[in-house]
């Protein structure tokens, strides 16, 4: 792990524990949910229903983190009580060992997850010993591999950099990098200064999904308050439904764009309802296993992970799943 991510995730830990409506070492039931999250227009609901009173702080408090990679160590070590991961940050946790659970499908990126290139490159195969930025997360790995194999090269071809999505505005504008393997808003942030889309999720379908976890431990001794949770998410995507014109304009808001960039960016996901969720994560054969497993086997060529992950061990049987009540 980076030190300075490591670091910052420990800094983390204390300050998720500070700003909670009580103290730590009050009974946990009087504690709100910590839910830990980052800049993506598919999260936005779930800021929508604190925003509108679905979910008040006294229930759960949110926190928005500058980068995914921050957020995915705030819920290993333990910082958060759930998370807004990716399906590979998910399986790599699985693969650590973690114990958890994926209470929902937030979103599936159709073209949201884009590979921002500068003007001078207009093809793939243009690619070829250029400097790619990757976010620091098994996503950007995942988006590299993909990316490689529609362009016909492999990783020996280019230099690949490391870094957090929030730097790559910078690294484009000071010329340290020639392509960026990013996601909205900061695609759409890379547009403005003249980037342009080479590549994107709309081209891998329905094999990038982001997911609402929980602690399996959490789960087990807060399942009314986590379900709850859940039931807030479902109910603010009825409140978009009702109210788009308001529900637009406070996402937007928030995520510092204008309405008609904001449908632009909310054009590149898919959020599913609760019976598409069902049918994503429950039953003999949910629809999330063979997405998992195709990432898996990535992962593996990659070296991300060492061994298989069996996903099922995240997911509710049908009688104890929130999506259910």
Not at 7 to 26: D, E, F, I, K, M
Not at 215 to 221: A, K, L, P, R
Request: net charge negative.
């Amino acid at each position: 792990m980076n030190m300075n991510v490591q670091r910052l995730a420990t800094a983390l830990a204390c300050w998720l524990c500070a700003l909670s409506l009580v103290s730590c070492g009050s009974p946990e039931s009087q504690i709100p949910l910590r839910i830990a999250s980052s800049p993506w227009p598919g999260y936005e609901p779930i800021y929508l229903a604190r925003d509108i009173g679905y979910l008040p702080k006294a229930q759960a408090n949110i926190f928005e983190l500058p980068s995914s990679d921050i957020t995915l160590e705030s819920f290993r070590n333990r910082s958060a009580d759930m998370a807004t991961l990716t399906l590979d940050e998910t399986i790599e946790l699985l693969a650590s060992g973690a114990k958890l659970r994926i209470l929902f499908v937030m979103d599936s990126s159709n073209g949201g997850d884009a590979v921002m290139v500068s003007p001078q490159i207009q093809k793939l195969s243009d690619l070829k010993e250029k400097r790619i930025a990757i976010t620091n997360i098994p996503l950007g790995v995942y988006m590299l591999s993909r990316l490689l194999d529609a362009a016909k090269l492999e990783r020996k071809d280019v230099q690949v950099l490391p870094s957090s999505e929030n730097q790559h505005a910078n690294m484009y504008r000071q010329g340290k990098a020639d392509a960026f393997i990013t996601f909205e808003p900061f695609k759409s942030e890379l547009a403005g200064m003249g980037a342009h889309v080479i590549f994107d999720s709309s081209q891998i379908p329905n094999e990038i999904l982001d997911l609402m976890v929980v602690h399996e431990d959490v789960f087990q001794s807060r399942r009314q308050e986590v379900c709850h949770v859940v039931k807030q998410w479902f109910r603010t995507l009825d409140y978009i439904k009702q109210s788009p014109d308001d529900a637009a304009r406070r996402m937007s808001k928030r995520l510092g764009v204008n309405e008609n960039e904001y449908h632009h960016m909310a054009g590149g996901i898919t959020i599913p309802s609760q019976q598409e969720n069902r049918k994503l994560l429950l039953g003999q054969q949910p629809i999330i296993t063979p997405a998992a497993q195709k990432l898996l086997q990535v992962m593996l060529r990659e070296g991300q992970l060492t061994k298989p992950v069996d996903i099922s061990t995240a997911l509710s049987a049908e009688a104890d799943s929130c999506l259910t009540q």
